[in-house]
């Protein structure tokens, strides 16, 4: 039987076991809308604007490592997806984004809603299609559902034309992919791991810097094998929080920019650094010349494009995670003579032990403003680490990764590359689909929130029960805070005067809103959003003008650090 | 350092922005850029010369095997290979000067492909160093036009030590 573009789309999509999608439809893509009602396993979202379904479906793809899918109209429907595709490929997150395009005898025509989608994200995807004929299509959706969740994940678009939604053709889906141009290798060098394994047996002072690809590679209990057995501590880079247990004695914490005094130290002073899954970004390298100085480097990525591309390293593996832990693991238990690790490495773990006693990420209690640091503790101790937390940007995701700890993977899901404002909320909304009955926090501040506030109303209409919670300082917090550090003080638009009342704003929606001001009545307050069935605002009113700490100066070396 | 890539890529629309795009993107440098199918189907081969230091290079080489649509990326500068270009040049020949013009050409083994009253237009084919040396000789006489393919080149078959 021969079916429309359309149901060619959606057949697939349920083939390739999507059960989420997060759109909102326009004039290029009614047909695709019109024929969902017959593919009930196919739930859609709609969202109040696109930016929402496509940090949705990042926060659906973060929280369950299953490919995202966001549908949107042709013309401003896709341009404002843009910022989320970015957002998605900075942080290697696979999703696919459907965006609907004009008749293609209309292409190049300045149409009505027409732009061309495909060179605008160019640039930010990991890779995209423009559909020109509907016998195309079949094969090219099973491709992007490949390219996004295989070798290093990424959003992939896929740019419909309405007249290839309406052609009709017969369906088959292909079983199997072969692409002569694609091909990751995944498994490990024998050679290069026997390397890095020799460089392990003879270090004093090991230490895992593990980032983003542990997480999409599930390999969280590789790496926590091999550091608990061979005594390595850990730190990692905020997208990898919550691949290795944050509450394990080998866990030094983040490192970077806002990293803890440990983390940066225990860098600065290791003889062997092995990086897993990260790409030494500038936030977590500090002065590229000063990192790391004394160590050498094993590189662990799927991607080679991210080895030496910021340090040098003296053994590279290009290769997923999980299978190169677990060749060195292999190597290691044929290994004859394998040091006492403990006796090792036990002055090193003595010297970092002391670094974290000295200089614990740490502020002052205060009943009234609220410490910002005091509320996220407190999230954590009423959620013991079972929540997923989602953050915006800036103050707010940095208090988040410094007093929270998390313990498992896909837990902590926030917008690393790019730093994304307006991320954490609709990201929540994503993950609380894939997970209707765990608890999902956003910790927001008073300025990002409102980049995205309008999906309150998604939240609500479709009972999502994301809790928001709002560090309101009543600034741009951490551009105010470089202003006070480095800028004279000059808090040149960052005030957010005449915030809304977030309380009253979530009444409006028809979700709860509850304020604190005493810090005797966060856990209540706190504990009493959470019980509520659906969604809810806190609206914290915190110390205006408190600072991150600690903090690495940009372009200073990450040793220099401004503790309080 | 000065390199040669030879770029083998599905031949499909957009696939020239993508590799532009990407060396524009990440602040990369193109010399010269020429592209045209292979006799298999469905692959274009494109040539590429570029200019940066080995870590730059070596980036260049790693971000174009990334992108999807390229199949085989090659960088021939560390081997022998074959090199070369063609350009045509529309250079002024007053008749009191023709003759001087036509000597050079000829020591260069250009070609004359068309001539006018007061010019010529030469055809040739060379490496860089040639054909910046016939650049040299002619500007005195004034070039009026100039046009290049940009260079093409291939492995040689015997990779002598």
């Known amino acids: 039987?021969?079916?429309?573009?359309?149901?060619?789309?959606?057949?697939?999509?349920?083939?390739?076991?999507?059960?989420?999608?997060?759109?909102?439809?326009?004039?290029?893509?009614?047909?695709?809308y019109h024929h969902l009602p017959d593919y009930p396993s196919l739930r859609h979202f709609l969202v109040r604007h696109e930016q929402g379904a496509i940090h949705a479906a990042d926060g659906y793809a973060r929280a369950t490592g299953q490919v995202g899918v966001c549908l949107v109209t042709s013309g401003p429907g896709a341009t404002n997806t843009v910022t989320g595709i970015a957002t998605a490929y900075m942080d290697s997150i696979p999703v696919v984004i459907i965006t609907g395009q004009v008749p293609t005898p209309l292409i190049g025509n300045d149409a009505f809603q027409e732009v061309?989608?495909?060179?605008?994200?160019?640039?930010?995807?990991?890779?995209?299609?423009?559909?020109?004929?509907?016998?195309?299509?079949?094969?090219?959706?099973?491709?992007?559902?490949?390219?996004?969740?295989?070798?290093?994940?990424?959003?992939?678009?896929?740019?419909l034309p309405k007249d290839v939604l309406q052609a009709k053709t017969l369906f088959e889906y292909p079983e199997s992919i072969s692409m002569r141009s694609y091909n990751p290798n995944l498994a490990p060098n024998r050679r290069q791991v026997r390397k890095a394994t020799e460089l392990l047996r003879r270090s004093q002072r090991p230490l895992v810097y593990s980032g983003g690809g542990v997480i999409s590679s599930d390999a969280a209990e590789e790496l926590t094998w091999l550091c608990r057995n061979l005594r390595i501590p850990v730190t990692s880079t905020l997208m990898g929080?919550?691949?290795?247990?944050?509450?394990?004695?080998?866990?030094?914490?983040?490192?970077?920019?806002?990293?803890?005094?440990?983390?940066?130290?225990?860098?600065?002073?290791?003889?062997?650094?092995?990086?897993?899954?990260?790409?030494?970004?500038?936030?977590?390298?500090?002065?590229?010349?000063?990192?790391?100085?004394?160590?050498?480097?094993?590189?662990?990525d799927v991607d080679p494009t991210s080895i030496r591309k910021n340090v040098n390293v003296d053994v590279p593996i290009v290769a997923d995670c999980r299978l190169a832990l677990r060749g060195i693991r292999e190597e290691l238990e044929i290994c004859p003579d394998l040091p006492d690790w403990n006796t090792v490495h036990q002055p090193w773990l003595d010297q970092l032990a002391e670094w974290q006693r000295n200089h614990p990420v740490r502020y002052t209690y205060a009943d009234e403003p609220i410490k910002p640091q005091f509320v996220v503790e407190k999230i954590y101790e009423l959620t013991k680490g079972e929540a997923i937390i989602t953050t915006e940007v800036g103050q707010n995701q940095m208090w988040a990764a410094q007093f929270s700890r998390f313990h498992r993977p896909r837990t902590f899901l926030t917008s690393g590359g790019l730093g994304t404002m307006g991320y954490g909320f609709p990201a929540a909304i994503g993950a609380q689909v894939a997970f209707p009955d765990r608890l999902v926090i956003d910790i927001a501040g008073d300025g990002s929130i409102q980049m995205n506030i309008q999906e309150m109303a998604t939240a609500v209409s479709y009972n999502i029960p994301v809790k928001i919670v709002i560090l309101n300082n009543g600034y741009l917090g951490m551009v105010r805070q470089w202003q006070e550090l480095f800028y004279a003080r000059n808090y040149c638009a960052t005030c957010m005067h005449l915030n809304p009342d977030f309380v009253k704003l979530a009444e409006a929606y028809g979700a709860a809103g509850f304020r604190v001001t005493k810090a005797a009545d966060v856990e209540r307050v706190l504990k009493e959003a959470f019980a509520v069935p659906g969604p809810a605002i806190v609206d914290v009113v915190v110390e205006p003008e408190e600072n991150v700490y600690p903090m690495v100066p940009a372009g200073a070396a990450l040793t220099d650090m401004l503790l309080v | 350092m000065r390199h040669v890539l030879s770029v083998l890529v599905e031949n499909e629309p957009g696939v020239l922005s993508r590799v532009v795009g990407l060396f524009s993107g990440r602040g990369f440098n193109i010399e010269t850029l020429n592209v045209g199918p292979t006799l298999e189907d469905g692959i274009s081969l494109m040539t590429i010369t570029t200019a940066g230091d080995e870590q730059i290079i070596e980036q260049i080489i790693k971000q174009l095997r990334k992108l999807v649509t390229v199949v085989k990326v090659v960088d021939l500068t560390h081997l022998q290979s074959v090199e070369r270009e063609m350009v045509l040049i529309k250079v002024n020949a007053e008749d009191e000067r023709r003759a001087e013009v036509l000597r050079i050409a000829d020591i260069f083994r250009c070609k004359v492909v068309d001539v006018s009253g007061n010019d010529l237009t030469l055809e040739i084919t060379g490496d860089q160093g040639k054909i910046r040396a016939i650049v040299n000789l002619l500007q005195r006489f004034g070039i009026k036009e100039f046009a290049r393919t940009g260079t093409v080149a291939m492995r040689r078959s015997m990779q002598m030590e």
Request: hydrophobic share 45%; charged share 20%.
């Open chain 1, 1 to 32: 039987m021969e079916r429309t573009g359309a149901q060619i789309l959606l057949e697939c999509l349920r083939q390739e076991g999507v059960d989420s999608i997060f759109g909102f439809p326009g004039g290029a893509v009614i047909d695709i």
């Open chain 1, 116 to 159: 061309d989608i495909v060179g605008i994200s160019r640039p930010c995807v990991k890779h995209n299609y423009l559909v020109k004929d509907v016998k195309d299509l079949a094969w090219i959706v099973k491709q992007a559902f490949y390219l996004a969740r295989t070798g290093r994940p990424g959003p992939v678009l896929v740019d």
């Open chain 1, 241 to 300: 929080l919550g691949a290795f247990p944050g509450d394990d004695p080998l866990w030094l914490g983040m490192l970077g920019m806002h990293g803890t005094y440990a983390a940066n130290m225990a860098v600065g002073h290791t003889d062997l650094l092995l990086a897993v899954g990260a790409r030494f970004d500038d936030r977590v390298t500090g002065k590229i010349s000063s990192f790391a100085p004394a160590a050498q480097v094993v590189h662990i």
